[in-house]
């Protein structure tokens, strides 16, 4: 071999090397790296003077965990077609009690008359309890946390009904895969179970509910997610349409190192007439902190209903026949809000006959109801009359279905 071909083969014994090297991540002196997708097993490589010595690592065990059975199956099926269930072929045999059975009449009555054409369930949004044959179909803003404390105790994650009651709100978001849902076991499976099982969800006047909602995201809670993601990138969009191409500095402002009065000094700005400089502030203030306005929100979702399906708005907010189809599935007990306690008690005393009595869990019947009559007024008050009918006509479903007067 001449010089020439040792240098061209030295060099490429060189750059296969490199390549090599570069495809195991580089920490520190400590590289890790998955095999495949088999995640289960870290393979550690240490790599000491010679580079050669090779470690293989179990990963460590978290004895802080719940029981494996509070924690969902990685298979995911989102969706059923509610041909696919054949609810003739119910095998519960019992009729629920009153007031569930005239209600459940009433809803079926109203969906033939509506012509509500939908037949997809989804899956993602059930909830249920192998033990005690239950499934919920989730309802944010209608007592779901309430509701999913109990199915957490119900599945025996937690034995202890003083706690359950307040157990952290994060485990209990459906996204963290703690709670067992239908989307997370087959189809069959899935199938079996929505036919044999005890099926319930909460109603809620859907107004009520709408206010309910933006109280609970833009005011009161502490977390930032939603002021972030919705009330600020809102504001930001509709400051945009306002000015028409004149450019503001919305990170500083948004961060607070420019203040909204300096902003409003700006010549540029004082040439706007009165009515865009109220409604540019207002919108500066919203880029600040997040917090929408009750108005800024109700139009945040007209306009969002302009581009998408009513089915598609986030989960609190989106219209409560979208998330449970009580016109493609057979429920047995549909729970009133306002009578929630009551209500919810007797569905607990029924599923529960079987359990020893001081291993029942039941509801305070003092359930105070945060988002009376009073609030959703006033805060429907605050809207323009276009709005209102857009919002009435967005929400008409729930409110003939579910059998409320499209005035509240």
């Known amino acids: 071999m001449s010089g020439r071909s040792k240098v061209w083969a030295t060099c490429i014994v ?23 997708k088999a995640r289960s097993h870290v393979l550690t490589t240490i790599y000491k003077a010679d580079r050669t010595s090779v470690v ?95 199915m957490w105790y119900l599945n025996g994650c937690e034995n202890d009904k003083e706690k359950v009651f307040k157990l952290n709100v994060a485990i209990l978001d459906l996204t963290a895969r703690r709670l067992k849902r239908l989307s997370s076991v087959s189809k069959e499976s899935a199938i079996a179970k929505l036919r044999s099982y005890t099926k319930f969800f909460v109603k809620r006047s859907p107004f009520e509910r709408l206010v309910s909602a933006y109280r609970n995201k833009f005011i009161t809670s502490k977390n930032p997610n939603y002021r972030e993601k919705i009330g600020r990138q809102y504001a930001i969009v509709q400051t945009a349409k306002l000015l028409q191409g004149l450019r503001l500095p919305m990170r500083g402002i948004a961060r607070g190192r420019v203040g909204i009065d300096d902003v409003m000094n700006d010549v540029r700005i004082r040439s706007l007439n009165e009515s865009m400089q109220e409604s540019l502030r207002k919108y500066l203030v919203t880029i600040r902190h997040g917090n929408l306005t009750f108005e800024q929100f109700t139009s945040h979702i007209v306009k969002a209903t302009e581009y998408i399906l009513p089915r598609e708005l986030d989960v609190h907010w989106r219209p409560q026949v979208e998330l449970c189809n009580p016109c493609a599935l057979k429920y047995d007990y549909v729970i009133d809000f306002r009578k929630m306690a009551a209500e919810s008690n007797k569905l607990l005393q029924y599923i529960q006959r079987n359990d020893d009595v001081l291993d029942q869990i039941r509801l305070n019947e003092t359930h105070e109801v945060l988002t009376n009559d009073e609030a959703v007024a006033s805060h429907m008050n605050l809207l323009d009359d276009d709005v209102r009918l857009k919002l009435k006509r967005i929400y008409a479903k729930d409110s003939y279905i579910l059998g409320y007067s499209p005035k509240r």
């Open 56 to 150: 293989k690592l179990e990963p460590k065990l978290n004895h802080t965990r719940p029981s494996p059975r509070c924690y969902e199956a990685r298979y995911f099926n989102k969706w059923l077609n509610a041909s696919d269930l054949n609810m003739d072929s119910d095998t519960k045999t019992s009729q629920p009690p009153e007031p569930h059975l005239t209600r459940l009449k009433e809803i079926s009555s109203r969906c033939e008359l509506s012509r509500y054409t939908n037949k997809r369930i989804d899956l993602s949004r059930f909830v249920f309890d192998d033990e005690h044959k239950l499934i919920m179909c989730v309802v944010p803003k209608a007592a779901c946390t309430t509701w999913k404390r109990i």
């Open 14 to 36: 060189a750059t296969f090397a490199v390549l090599l090297l570069a495809r195991i991540p580089y920490h520190s002196n400590i590289h890790t790296a998955y095999k495949g």
